[in-house]
């Protein structure tokens, strides 16, 4: 069993910078991939991020590309989404998640002047 909990949402402006975290229960965090996924009002869970658990290779979505990082801290069992350029289209509730199976509880983003 594994839980996730998402922090560092909040309010900010167009061009602004976020930070999220993602704190993971459990042993064995640094062997398994985590992504951040988010979900805009109306409409459906979109991927956003992906970090793999040995070499760490990422991979994102292309709407967040050169604006976000992934990254984990294997010591702290986290995972982080640095937010960067924000547009207003990234408001949403963000949600790390291992393997789809486990879920946090979100964490809402707005982006609005």
């Known amino acids: 069993q594994v839980q996730l909990v998402e922090s560092g949402g909040g309010l900010v402006q167009p061009g602004g910078s976020l930070r999220l975290s993602c704190a993971a229960s459990?042993?064995?965090?640094?062997?398994?991939?985590m992504s951040w996924y988010r979900r805009a009002p109306g409409k459906e869970r979109e991927f956003v991020a992906f970090?793999?658990?040995?070499?760490?290779?990422?991979n994102y979505a292309d709407s967040v590309k050169g604006r976000f990082t992934i990254s984990r801290d294997n010591a702290k069992n986290t995972v982080y989404l640095q937010m960067n350029s924000l547009k207003p289209e990234d408001t949403a509730v963000y949600y790390c998640?291992?393997?789809?199976?486990?879920w946090g509880q979100g964490t809402q983003v707005t982006v609005s002047s």
């Open positions: 998640t291992k393997g789809q199976n486990y």
């Open positions: 459990g042993s064995a965090f640094s062997t398994y991939s």
């Open positions: 970090i793999s658990a040995a070499l760490g290779y990422t």
